[in-house]
């Protein structure tokens, strides 16, 4: 909203849809009903337990999950809409923030803002928006467009995601139009502007859409509930509007034609805002509002944004900013310290519960305000031991195949066609057909690293397979490789070592350096509190559990000493052997999967949040088979001996995974790689 | 099929469909072709897994689960039908029995019948058959039809059940009903029989049922492959067979016409069935033949048995039996020694891998042969803390709440109406309405003890609630009552108490001396392996874990104490407060019921086989708050001293569930209770 936004009036008087707000919070009616119970111990009669409370549930989507709750809510707001999360956090007093971008100009600079998100996610931001951008065919599916990077935010981030939508100009098929695909992408926000009308005249439409109001109405009559709508607010007034007062009347139309909450343009003074907030809730404006706060970042953005903007800077800022205009850094620490005690001012007056911040696509100066406002949630407890992902279709998920722990985008792309998700067990999944993973260089899957970069990191001239083995150890031990570069990513994994991953480096860096090529692990845990800072998920007081995991690429030779050695072990390890063209060695007696961690909880059923699927695997197989080809060796020119190493590897070398399902003992997968050396090194015997 | 088989003969050549055969075992097939597994590390390739392996899926029922296993197979046979069973035994070398019932003349005996199926089931007969009494109206929906006996055997005993049936005299309507019906209850497999024809002289029916064949016929003609049909052999040739070698033609005709198996009329002596069945294989018959086995048990049956079947008992047996004729003991013993050398000889010729026994409802001879032959199973493994139904509906069930614990019929008899039954999670259950238990005496839900004994074990006059505390106090420790009877029973327990609750005991006795008057209870258990004789369940190799878990009533003085003490363990301890009004107090935070067993297996997904749930508890608490007056008030004459005071503790007391969610700890549930009464002790404070 700091960008093009220049006018809005003449609306003209309506009462909106009184549905909507009944509906709201009464998606588990029959089980707050039954419930009977609050924490408080007070008492309630179980006799009207069939009633429901009032409500009649309209036809939103939420509709479907009144009856009987069918997964176990782990992490409560996973099942709310924006506007339920909002009003949790003010009821708990807990202070939020928001984070708004706006789409990049190139693939490169969006898989950048792709990576930038995931480390913002780290902080736990309530929710992100990403502006409409009418000249970069915002509804379009190019990886810049404002549509393809909200869907990445939601569905492969995770993060819930307000698009921007304006609708000047624009017709109203088209703008259904852009209001069905974003559903479909699993879209649950919008935030409804009017943008910019071309040229300096504007004649308006009659059956158009002249003002957002508009687009708040046509959202509610096309799609009922379905959307959480944000409006902006000024606290100025619009600078095109008649008078502030004026102004505020249209918000309220807004408000009234079915907005949920209202994010206001920014401001540079503390009483700006609290002003606006009396005088908003003087007229019966009752909803959220939130106020838009920009980090002043440099001189030059801040003069464009003025300029857009309309608004004025007050004479106490410029008078700072003008003496040090050359200096960025000065200027963001300065912004920074002014923003840090205006968010305070607002906490402060207790009107205040979350706040939005603009951006402009950066992360040092909003992460610092953050920070020092204490609101940055450093380590944010996992709900779960993945990343969960914000489409509405994948509420209910809580199991995945612990293949794709490393690539859970890649996960989330193969499985995007799927209706169900497995929850609870991962057998219950009606939908277990992995979707063929074609295009590598799909941009959110695409290595964060370019070229040059992978061939440092990697080796621009491989010698033998050993020098594969070496690059594998260098990403296990942290240390450089022989030419001074540190591997930081390999083409299965595109992030360093997990700290858990970390505790067996040892033994992890011992079998790389002998050809085992692990590519995933995970220690045994028999029964870590919840709250583990590295092993823990899920609501604290509670205790998760794992079985020691261990998935390698390894020759033939090795798997054939290796099979001998397991015959010894029996069912105590599970394995599934996997060459290229799909030779299968496996003992594990049926097609089950098998849960290798879980969380036991209170008052709550089990959860299992990954399993070894044998089925799956052999999906799993196809794609790291594959990234050895697509990542590694077309780094290579065809035919070049290092391009030939990488192809030989995966023409013969089989994908190996080991279960030691005797979580309570010691691990004993690494015994078993031992007595795999051992055996290939000792004399044959007749 | 000891009584009243008289004569089948006159069969025309025919083909049976073949199709049934190819669809065997097909049932995974996608799974098996996906597989490319087997224990030996063969490999195969998976280039061919979307092909089935050949066979075409017929209509039958299994079909549907041919897709994607959707739930753990933690016991094999669940999912198996009676002949993979078979073969599945047969293949492994292990031995097997089978026990041969007729339904009982009166609804008392129907009781008992069915608490010796319980018994017996303990020794893991394969199944059980129960014969088809035409003149005990056998089809209809009284308690001692063989059709009733057959559905509480596989139902509520969870037995898998062979229900005879005869053809003669009934047309064909009446058989198809009667089918329909069968398959409607769950059963499986059908004994087809002739039956005796009325009166001396007997018209054949030119379309009509006049040989077992026809009836085989008939069966897989309407039901397809639905049912398993086991047929009658003659080691000594029917009696009205023209000859040995013509009833063998009409045994030959039966399998062709879609037959599974044989099981044989008695037989005195092991080289008759021995040869029987050489002779058998010699014509072509390749299906499993079973020998009937008849443990001599008096010298009536014997010669009644003799008339019936027109067998002659060999001299060598009668020398022995006729100079003891009037000491049963001995003939008993005789018996039992003549089947043991017989099986022994049976099962050392290495033809023989099953026997099945005639045990005319008696339960001693037959369990002393079986045990003296090493395979009768006296502890059987477990596949879940609970007995499973042999329903086929049934066959995915594993989760039940655990308020049912002690009244596993009443839980089925409640839940029979549900289409899909939980597994892996109880949320998942898509069939939460428990039926209405209206009936107290269904004869599978009545006490085993009658009303004088029922009085004598719970008080032929009470005195107040501290002369029911007593009951239960009684009951806890194994100590006769003050009139020197023991208490074996309770209206919630009609078994004495459980291993795994003894070892609570001294807990126990001491809480319900004060008051706190205990219904169900489990000791917390932080992963004990699956083969502990306690605990265990599951295959082998695994581990399984409890939550503490308390279930009592008891008065609202108690209550509100408790409720003051429990606010200090927060959401450690769960509780679920209701009393017969349906008042209800909670601290769960919502309405996810809470795994309190649980197991962890090699190649498994997590299984979570009992739960305490919120919504199932206010449909149990109508139960146990209605055995109060069902099953003790209503002891005692109206208006009775006795019957008011169990009447006062119905209206007023409160039942309570107590989870201690923190299963690694020592149990705090008792130091809840202590607490209770050291508040309720300690002199009030200002």
Chains 1, 2 share one sequence.
């Not at 000249?135 to 393809?148: L, W």
């Amino acid at each position: 909203i700091v960008y093009g936004t220049k006018g809005q009036h003449e609306m003209k008087d309506h009462q909106r849809d009184g549905r909507r707000h009944q509906n709201e919070g009464i998606r588990h009616t029959k089980l707050r009903a039954l419930t009977m119970v609050n924490e408080n111990q007070h008492t309630c009669s179980a006799s009207s337990s069939s009633k429901s409370d009032g409500g009649s549930s309209s036809g939103s989507e939420s509709s479907k999950d009144s009856s009987r709750c069918s997964t176990p809510v782990l992490d409560a707001e996973r099942h709310e809409r924006l506007r339920e999360k909002m009003r949790r956090r003010q009821d708990s007093g807990d202070r939020w923030f928001s984070l708004e971008f706006f789409p990049p100009r190139t693939a490169n600079a969006a898989v950048n803002l792709i990576s930038r998100f995931d480390r913002m996610a780290a902080g736990g931001p309530l929710f992100i928006d990403v502006t409409w951008h009418p000249a970069g065919d915002p509804g379009s599916d190019k990886e810049t467009s404002s549509m393809i990077i909200a869907n990445t935010a939601v569905n492969y981030c995770g993060l819930e995601t307000i698009l921007h939508m304006t609708c000047c100009n624009q017709t109203k098929d088209d703008i259904t139009g852009h209001l069905q695909k974003a559903k479909r992408l699993g879209l649950k926000n919008i935030m409804a502007l009017r943008g910019d009308p071309v040229g300096e005249e504007w004649e308006e439409e009659v059956h158009g859409f002249n003002h957002a109001v508009d687009l708040v109405k046509h959202i509610r009559s096309e799609f009922d509930d379905y959307f959480d709508i944000c409006v902006a607010g000024y606290p100025k007034g619009h600078p095109e509007a008649e008078s502030y007062e004026a102004d505020l009347k249209h918000l309220k139309e807004k408000v009234l034609a079915g907005a949920d909450f209202i994010i206001t343009q920014l401001f540079f003074r503390p009483e700006t805002f609290l002003k606006f907030m009396k005088d908003c809730q003087a007229i019966g404006i009752t909803c959220p509002i939130i106020p838009g706060i920009f980090p002043i970042q440099g001189y030059h953005s801040l003069r464009q944004l003025v300029k857009l903007s309309k608004l004025e800077v007050p004479q106490e800022i410029k008078d700072v900013i003008e003496p040090i205009k050359d200096n960025d850094a000065a200027i963001r620490n300065y912004g920074v310290e002014l923003a840090v005690s205006m968010c305070r001012e607002l906490l402060d007056s207790g009107l205040v519960h979350g706040l939005h911040f603009y951006t402009l696509n950066r992360e040092v100066a909003t992460t610092e305000v953050l920070k020092r406002l204490g609101i940055w949630n450093e380590d944010p407890r996992r709900p779960l031991p993945w990343a969960v992902s914000a489409h509405p279709k994948r509420r209910v998920e809580d199991v995945r195949p612990i293949f794709w722990a490393s690539r859970p985008k890649s996960y989330i792309y193969r499985t995007q066609e799927w209706d169900d998700f497995p929850n609870g067990r991962w057998g219950n999944s009606s939908s277990p057909a992995f979707g063929e993973l074609k295009d590598y260089y799909l941009f959110y899957l695409k290595s964060k690293s370019p070229r040059e970069e992978l061939l440092k990191m990697w080796g621009e001239e491989l010698t033998g397979e050993e020098s594969v083995f070496e690059v594998f150890t260098c990403y296990i031990t942290g240390e450089p490789n022989k030419n001074g570069h540190r591997v930081t990513c390999m083409p299965w994994n595109d992030d360093p070592l997990a700290t858990e991953t970390s505790l067996l480096k040892e033994q992890l860096e011992k079998v790389n350096r002998r050809g085992i090529l692990t590519i995933n692990s995970q220690p045994n845990i028999n029964g870590k509190p919840s709250t583990d800072p590295i092993f823990g998920w899920g609501p604290s007081g509670g205790y998760v559990f794992q079985k020691a995991y261990l998935e390698f690429f390894t020759s033939s030779e090795i798997v054939t000493a290796l099979l001998k050695v397991l015959k010894k072990y029996e069912l105590r390890v599970n394995y599934h052997i996997v060459n290229v063209k799909g030779q299968n060695i496996t003992n594990a007696p049926d097609l089950q999967p098998n849960a290798v961690t879980w969380g036991i909880f209170p008052g709550r059923e089990i959860i299992q949040p990954t399993v070894v699927d044998p089925v799956s695997f052999l999906s799993w197989k196809d794609e790291a088979f594959a990234l050895w080809i697509e990542q590694w060796a077309k780094l290579y020119e065809e035919e070049s001996p290092s391009r030939m190493i990488i192809q030989y590897i995966h023409d013969n070398y089989y994908l190996v995974n080991l279960v030691d399902n005797d979580f309570p003992l010691e691990n004993c997968l690494w015994q078993v790689v031992d007595d795999t050396f051992e055996l290939l090194n000792s004399p044959p015997q007749q």
